[in-house]
């Protein structure tokens, strides 16, 4: 290949992979905004979040069906047992942690909830660590560090805090840990066959829809039924405004499912990685001008230091993988090489018992 022809696949390469960024920061940045908005005149989290988990269980069916229809082949269906047995957990925590991160809209800023959602990044390690996806190494400790203080710097004297809102924001973060690793455990067993995420989510939202749903009555159930957003509406437009509000959040959650899948199936998981990361330094900027977050400099400071912490797992993750492959080719080099002497020593070996016979003979 010429200098030009390596020239124009770079810049193909790279101007997907700065569409497909984009596609997904459309609806990651959009739906924390847009429920942010939501939350302001529908104070029913718990019920929007429901709306949404039925309408990414019918869009994620139907794009099941087409793919079907348009490769020929048959899509999965888990039958009851292994459906009960390994998706029940992942979707109870998965319920949950988008639940718990909507109600906090309702008491924090855009700002608090995005950096204090980045801490699901230490409880994703932890339960790595415990469900033995992830090794324990030393600069772990300094990823904690620096996220726990920046976290901490963030919120020290906080003109906008909200002790509700956070411990909401916080335990959702902490479920976020283990709902990552279960979901990484449930997409890398072969013989579930939902190595697609269209059809891990297919399959988790009926048990997620059923697991919010208690939650949604206990604690809005009996608010909802006597409203006027919804049941006791007095004018029919007021009614279908509402519910094409809410149509409008499970549009953009279950396109940013698909935007995450096909930027990490045109990509890697590296360059979701390194987006997200600028994609918070986006929302906080946003934040700050759009939404009137009120940011001190002790607060960037802290919110710097998180990133850090995040980009330092990165590119440590990234090393570690890379030296675990050279590893894993140089034990399939070292073994070939083993078989092939073996294999010329089974071969001389034979031919000297042939030469040896043939001495006995003659």
């Not at 739906?31 to 019920?47: A, C, D, E, G, S």
């Not at 976290?151 to 909200?162: G, V």
Request: with cysteine; charged share 15%; aromatic share 14%.
């Amino acid at each position: 290949m010429t200098h030009f022809d390596l020239y124009l696949s770079f810049t193909r390469k790279a101007s997907l992979t700065v569409l497909l960024v984009i596609f997904y920061y459309c609806f990651s940045i959009g739906i924390t905004f847009y429920n942010k908005w939501v939350m302001k005149r529908f104070h029913y989290p718990i019920f929007m979040t429901l709306v949404h988990l039925a309408m990414t269980f019918v869009f994620s069916g139907i794009s099941r069906t087409l793919v079907s229809w348009y490769t020929g082949k048959p899509h999965i269906c888990l039958s009851w047992k292994p459906y009960l047995k390994r998706v029940a957990a992942t979707a109870l925590v998965t319920a949950l942690d988008i639940g718990l991160s909507n109600w906090s809209f309702m008491f924090i800023t855009i700002s608090l909830y995005t950096m204090t959602k980045s801490t699901a990044v230490l409880f994703i390690l932890f339960f790595a660590i415990i469900f033995k996806l992830e090794k324990l190494r030393s600069w772990l400790l300094v990823v904690i560090v620096l996220i726990a203080g920046g976290l901490f710097m963030f919120t020290y004297k906080s003109t906008q805090f909200n002790i509700k809102g956070f411990i909401l924001v916080l335990i959702a973060s902490f479920l976020g840990g283990i709902r990552w690793t279960l979901t990484q455990i449930l997409t890398q067993k072969a013989d579930l066959g939902l190595q697609n995420p269209i059809d891990t989510m297919y399959h988790l939202q009926p048990l997620m829809f059923i697991g919010l749903f208690p939650l949604f009555v206990f604690n809005e159930g009996l608010s909802l039924s006597a409203s006027e957003k919804l049941f006791r509406y007095h004018e029919t437009s007021a009614l279908l405004n509402m519910l094409l509000v809410l149509a409008g959040g499970g549009f953009l959650a279950f396109g940013l499912c698909f935007s995450e899948f096909l930027l990490v199936a045109k990509t890697s998981s590296l360059t979701l990685s390194i987006a997200g990361i600028f994609k918070e330094i986006c929302v906080l900027v946003l934040a700050s001008h759009l939404m009137g977050d009120q940011l001190t400099l002790l607060n960037w400071l802290g919110f710097v230091m998180c990133l850090s912490g995040i980009s330092l797992h990165v590119a440590l993750k990234v090393t570690y993988s890379e030296d675990s492959s050279k590893d894993t080719r140089m034990e399939k080099l070292h073994d070939l090489a083993l078989t092939e002497v073996a294999t010329e020593l089974l071969l001389r070996n034979g031919q000297a018992n042939e030469s040896e016979e043939d001495e006995v003979v003659h």
